[in-house]
């Protein structure tokens, strides 16, 4: 009885805390979402719904989307994941230095970045003039403005996101169980997939539904990298809204995408429920 | 039953590492017997967690060999030395229970799970652990991942033991009862253990031989008793033990001190100091009788009472300060400034030989 009020008082406390932070979310983002929402209703109840789910156009664009997040996101955790455990095992100096070289691209305008790359990639560029010199190609070949300069420049910007998770969890793993499964006979293959992957899968899964989400709702890059070639949704919600001004349908395109986003959230908290299988509560409490 | 004291199970041959400018290990010769429990012990920084670790293969030396049961295994990867490790912290993987850590070693020998669940189940029931098979190493107490750790590390039926001072973060009664158990159970498996440790008093409890390390170079291997009795240099002798070393100038009739005590000895030397370990000294309120004996007068400076005895600082006239430790009784304990007679046998007076490294004083 006692204890039940206990419990009360802490959770009213706990509310008391994150109240100003939900009013300002209240305000600020789910009242305009909810307005967003009622536009999309304006015409003949769910018509745009339909249409957009009809139409061959939005549905490749939807599924393009989806499959250069994925590309993005399976491309970060093959560069993160060694990337970090390689920083877990630096000197503290030596990891200050590391860490300052991955957040750099955060402090840095994603606009400035974007110019970066098409500097980078452009034909005239050192990337095409080193191909050039090294008799590669005979003429510079076209590295901007295609799917491909919009995915090496996702792939550079959202790293950060995929490392800094993964190291989290790679940096609280004790260092001897490393040497203790190397010890017991397990070889390198082994260590990672009964010792070092267990144990770093929630930073993994955190770092992957992170990268994963914000591929989806990526701007500009496809827009300045992609030179029009690259259709991605957010472009497509920018096409209805300020070319067409059809504000319901934008509306509409925005709502798709925001249930894509949940989908995939929930996907990757099922799969973290699955592979942690409620053992990270007794192991790690 | 084999004679196994005659089959060397570990070899050492002029075993050097060295990491950057600093030079760990130094020609190090060891060779340990099959079925021998030998204990590596050393102060913090002294080469000993380097030692073991380049036994266990986890640092290769600059140069030199070592073979386990004559197959040379300098070069080869951890896992191919079939070596049991007991770690400092246990590394017992969090995120697997009790029996799933210890058919971990199992698993990685391609053993069937079914067979390595009942390894794995019989080596837990031999630590007492066959009811914790489920639970997680944060769900079980100290002393009892120690003994998960063990079961993990012996299960395979490795080689050769590899314990890393596990006991020091256990409570001295749990770590008491827990020296006992690992001592049996080595006895009983036969298992070739090397045990590493800073804590000189469990080194002479558990070993059948000690090597003591300091500066990266063997200073004394010996069972116990030598290395209690026989300590070969001042490092070792002050390492083991509390001591009393008295320095002065050799006469004919023993060592004379600077203060002016002249102590006979049973055995001649002439290296200019000697060792008395504290209980080897006899106190008494009167000067006790007995042949080849040293006799003292002196008086109490300082008395500590810790149970079992009381350690007396006692003034000899003269100057030096002896360090005696007696059984406590409580009917006849000294008190401090109280005049008393100390006795000394000459065989108690040992001869310390001089460091090689240390200048002729």
């Known amino acids: ?285 | 039953m084999p004679d196994f004291r005659n089959t060397s199970a570990l070899k050492l041959e002029n075993i050097r590492k060295t990491f950057g400018s600093v030079e760990a290990l130094s020609s190090i010769n060891l060779e340990v017997s099959a079925g021998e429990f030998l204990t590596i012990l050393g102060p913090s920084g002294s080469g000993k967690t380097t030692l073991l670790r380049l036994i266990a293969g986890f640092v290769t030396p600059d140069s030199g060999s070592l073979t386990i049961f004559g197959e040379d295994m300098t070069m080869a990867s951890a896992g191919k030395r079939q070596i049991g490790m007991v770690f400092q912290n246990y590394a017992l993987f969090p995120h697997l229970t009790v029996l799933e850590n210890v058919m971990f070693p199992l698993e990685m020998r391609k053993h069937s799970r079914r067979e390595a669940a009942e390894k794995a189940a019989a080596a837990l029931a031999a630590v007492h652990l066959d009811a914790f098979g489920d639970r997680y190493p944060k769900q079980i107490s100290g002393g009892q991942q120690q003994r998960v750790a063990l079961a993990r590390a012996v299960v395979f039926e490795p080689k050769l033991l590899l314990l890393d001072e596990p006991f020091s973060a256990l409570d001295r009664r749990l770590r008491e009862s827990m020296q006992r158990e690992v001592r049996q159970l080595q006895a009983s498996l036969n298992l070739t253990t090397i045990f590493i440790t800073h804590d000189q008093e469990e080194a002479l409890f558990m070993s059948d031989r000690i090597a003591v390390i300091d500066g990266g170079t063997i200073q004394q291997l010996g069972t116990p008793n030598e290395i209690y009795y026989h300590p070969r240099s001042i490092t070792v002798a002050e390492f083991i033990g509390d001591s009393n070393i008295l320095e002065g100038t050799e006469t004919p009739d023993g060592l004379r001190t600077r203060s002016g005590m002249l102590l006979r000895r049973a055995s001649s030397s002439n290296s200019g100091r000697v060792l008395i370990r504290p209980e080897a000294i006899r106190i008494s309120r009167e000067p006790a009788d007995g042949v080849a004996m040293n006799q003292f007068k002196g008086k109490i400076a300082n008395r500590t009472f810790v149970g079992g005895f009381t350690i007396y600082q006692v003034d000899v006239h003269g100057g030096d300060t002896l360090t005696v430790r007696c059984l406590a009784d409580e009917e006849t304990m000294f008190d401090t400034h109280q005049e008393v007679h100390l006795s000394i046998r000459e065989a108690d007076c040992r001869p310390v030989p001089r460091d090689a490294k240390e200048p002729r004083g």
């Open chain 1, 1 to 285: 009885m006692n204890q039940g009020f206990q419990a009360i008082k802490a959770q009213a406390g706990s509310l008391a805390l994150v109240s100003p932070a939900l009013v300002l979310l209240g305000i600020l983002f789910f009242y305009p979402i909810f307005l967003l929402f009622l536009t999309t209703l304006e015409l003949e109840n769910i018509g745009n719904y339909a249409q957009v789910v009809s139409s061959d156009t939005s549905m490749q664009v939807f599924f393009n989307t989806l499959r250069i997040a994925v590309i993005v996101t399976v491309v970060d955790l093959v560069l993160a994941y060694p990337l970090a455990v390689y920083i877990s095992r630096l000197s503290p100096t030596a990891k200050t230095f590391a860490f300052f070289l991955v957040l750099i691209p955060l402090w840095t305008s994603q606009l400035v970045r974007t110019y970066a790359w098409m500097v980078l990639l452009g034909r005239n560029g050192p990337i095409n003039n080193a191909l050039v010199w090294l008799g590669i190609v005979d003429a510079p070949i076209r590295l901007a403005n295609s799917e491909f300069a919009v995915i090496a420049g996702m792939t550079h910007i959202l790293l950060p996101y995929m490392l800094l998770p993964i190291y989290n969890s790679v940096s609280k793993i004790d260092p001897s169980l490393f040497d203790a499964a190397r010890g017991l006979g397990a070889g390198a293959f082994s260590t990672f997939t009964r010792v070092l992957m267990p144990l770093s899968i929630q930073g993994v899964l955190a770092g992957v539904s992170l990268v994963l989400v914000l591929s989806l709702g990526v701007f500009i890059m496809p827009a300045l990298l992609g030179g029009g070639r690259v259709p991605v949704i957010a472009l497509l919600i920018e096409q209805q809204a300020g070319s067409f001004l059809n504000w319901a349908m934008a509306g509409t395109l925005s709502a798709v995408l925001m249930v894509i986003v949940m989908i995939t959230f929930f996907i990757i908290k099922l799969a973290t429920r699955l592979f942690v299988r409620g053992r990270a509560d007794a192991a790690f409490s």
